[in-house]
């Protein structure tokens, strides 16, 4: 496969980029020796904020994850026409079908769900298309369903009644008579919705049109669907948790605080309390298949010109993101020391993190030694497997922008 690589240095001062359950920077053992460690996770996000705020002018990343985007497709259903009643009825349900609903918080899902405005759209025009009938019958479901038992869907066998396969026989019965089971909502859910949903997934992939031009950030982070696996999209790009090339170990922040409107005779602090932090020099690395972005399944509806500007706005985000973990009190905010963007015509991406296997240790800072060790651990890997680059650049041998142009020549 043809693929980007980015291999990056960047020393980041006192900070906790990612912190774990106790508020302490992550970590992890490398060579033998404790790293600090940023999630792929926390550095993807960071990436995906900096590139909608700053760089996506074209509107391509405008995907969101949330648990509460049954709120959203109300309102396109309202826009459809629909009664604020039954768009939230329909949406209620639309939810239920694709991460099945909380039934301790109304309006919100099980799981975060990742979907594009143009996707809102597209789930209610199937929805308002659906026979006044199977709309009917998803409104008096969401009336009827025993949403406190929505957490647990294997209902008793006492609750299901001969008949009542998939909930309609339940639904003709006299409001109060019985609850709707919440195994049987889900399973009338599922017939109503599945078909229609997939059938308009279906005609969207005979023309080339699985994502939307608005859904580039889930072309590129990929999302899983476990209730609908044709909604599943594989992650065009791939991260490696960023490890610091050095042993590090976490340090504790002393901090008081003054009540200023104590009286002076009164000593002592108002607060006193603790913080941990660390320091480290990174190696960070992501790659990006630059022809799975092309394919049917992400964002072949777009022309070259268009994913040239996804993958221009991808590579620079990914170089100049960083998490914002205790950002006004620990501003981490700093720009890599050395990027290496390869593109390679086949093969897989192979991350140079074996480079500082064994830790770097100087007694004049890291970042030097690190990218020297970075060069040669890519020579040895080339030469000793054949690797082949189609470009190599190296930053800041090169602008950022000269950079950009020569990764996005690549991209058709």
């Known amino acids: 496969m043809k693929h980007l690589e980015l291999h990056i240095i960047q020393s980041v001062p006192v900070a906790c980029l990612n912190r774990d359950d106790l508020n302490s920077p992550k970590t992890a053992v490398f ?19 900096l590139a909608e705020e700053e760089f996506d002018h074209l509107g391509q990343f405008k995907g969101k994850r949330s648990r509460l985007f049954v709120e959203k497709i109300s309102l396109e259903l309202t826009k459809l026409g629909e009664t604020e009643e039954s768009a939230k009825a329909l949406s209620l349900c639309a939810g239920h079908y694709l991460a099945k609903l909380d039934p301790k918080h109304e309006g919100k899902v099980k799981t975060l769900v990742f979907l594009s405005p143009l996707e809102y759209e597209l789930i209610a025009k199937i929805l308002n298309a659906l026979e006044d009938a199977e709309k009917q019958k998803l409104i008096d479901a969401i009336e009827k369903v025993d949403k406190a038992k929505l957490a647990n869907e294997e209902d008793a066998e006492s609750d299901v009644g001969e008949g009542e396969a998939d909930g309609e026989e339940v639904l003709k019965k006299p409001k109060g008579e019985k609850k709707l089971t919440a195994k049987k909502f889900t399973q009338l859910v599922t017939k109503i919705i599945k078909s229609p949903l997939e059938k308009a997934l279906k005609e969207k992939n005979e023309k080339m049109e699985k ?10 982070f990929g999302r899983m669907v476990a209730n609908d696996p044709s909604l599943t999209v594989e992650a065009a790009s791939m991260f490696s948790h960023s490890l610091s090339v050095h042993k590090v170990d976490n340090e504790i922040d002393f901090f008081s605080a003054v009540d200023e409107w104590q009286p002076r005779e009164e000593a002592g602090a108002g607060m006193t309390g603790t913080l941990e932090f660390n320091s480290a020099t990174y190696y960070r690395f992501a790659a990006l298949n630059i022809d799975m972005l092309a ?12 994913r040239q500007s996804v993958v221009r706005t991808f590579v620079e985000s990914t170089i100049k993101a960083i998490p914002g973990a205790r950002k006004n009190t620990m501003n981490g905010n700093t720009l890599p020391d050395y990027v290496l963007g390869i593109v390679r015509e086949k093969g897989h991406p192979v991350q140079l993190i074996n480079a500082f296997e064994k830790p770097v240790r100087s007694s004049q800072g890291y970042s030097a030694k690190s990218v020297e060790l970075l060069k040669s651990e890519y020579e040895k890997l080339a030469g000793t497997w054949g690797i082949e680059a189609a470009l190599r650049l190296e930053i800041p041998d090169v602008s950022m922008k000269t950079f950009l142009d020569g990764v996005v020549k690549h991209v058709m």
């Not at 060579?31 to 904020?49: L, P, T």
């Not at 994502?211 to 590129?220: G, M, Q, R």
Request: overall charge negative.
């Open 31 to 49: 060579g033998g020796v404790q790293r600090a460690r940023v999630s792929s996770q926390s550095w993807k996000r960071a990436i995906r904020e």
């Open 295 to 306: 394919d049917a399944e992400h964002l072949a509806s777009m022309s070259g010109e268009e």
């Open 211 to 220: 994502l939307p031009k608005d859904a580039a950030d889930i072309a590129l």
